[in-house]
């Protein structure tokens, strides 16, 4: 069975300052990783994913994160947080055969201070 | 491009109604749609994996026959919450994969909430 952790429930960062919320992953294969981002009462945005290639992936909004083999950890990463980056950020991740189900993490509330 | 609408975006019934919520897939066919329940500060279950033409895989703990989905084209599907209760009441989001999707993408709808009294 797959499974992700997001274990910090809420991150809480100074605004201008980088910030990473953290994701392990447990599946068997090749995983396919994706970061989803909720703002409230809304379905969810895609932010980035990683499928093969550079474990670097870099995503929207200035986002990016870093796919850890050893590590099993897709962390999700920005250089510089914004007041507007402040939302629920779900990490995800499917089996690369063939099933189709993605797994969410519980989800890391991210809050951004001015 | 790649976009996924819900409707109605928020409905209140009353206990032992049933209510109908739409997911369309604006500007690409979706051979697979899948249903998701949000629980307030929880993450999203998977309901059940709806292919166009056939019937709905449901995951496991979750009725059929309460949580009926029909996936009858390749832009549409729809689940149909019946006989609601209040336990029902939670935040619904519809997932669609492109026909010829890459890497398994799937697009998200913004969520219907469903409020039964």
């Known amino acids: 069975a797959q499974s992700v952790a997001q274990p910090e429930d809420q991150v809480n960062v100074a605004e201008g300052n980088p910030l990473t919320v953290k994701c392990t992953y447990s599946v068997s294969g090749n995983p396919y990783l994706f970061w989803y981002v909720q703002y409230p009462n809304r379905g969810l945005q895609f932010l980035l994913k990683?499928?093969?290639?550079?474990?670097l992936v870099k995503g929207s909004y200035g986002f990016e994160a870093e796919f850890n083999k050893s590590q099993t950890s897709f962390h999700l990463k920005k250089p510089s947080a914004l007041v507007s980056d402040s939302a629920l950020y779900f990490c995800a991740v499917r089996s690369g055969f063939g099933n189709e189900k993605l797994t969410f993490g519980t989800g890391t509330r991210l809050t951004i201070i001015p | 491009g790649a976009v996924v609408s819900q409707h109605p975006s928020w409905v209140i019934c009353k206990s032992g109604t049933s209510v109908k919520i739409e997911c369309r897939s604006l500007d690409f066919q979706a051979t697979t749609m899948f249903w998701y329940r949000q629980f307030p500060k929880q993450s999203l279950m998977l309901m059940a994996t709806s292919n166009e033409g056939s019937k709905a895989t449901y995951e496991q703990g979750v009725e059929k026959d309460k949580f009926l989905i029909n996936h009858a084209s390749l832009t549409l599907s729809t689940l149909t919450v019946t006989s609601a209760h209040p336990e029902d009441s939670s935040f619904y989001i519809c997932?669609?994969?492109?026909?010829?999707?890459?890497?398994?993408?799937?697009?998200f709808g913004p969520g219907t909430r469903l409020t039964v009294t």
């Open positions: 990683y499928i093969t290639g550079d474990n």
């Open positions: 997932s669609a994969q492109p026909r010829l999707a890459r890497d398994y993408e799937q697009y």
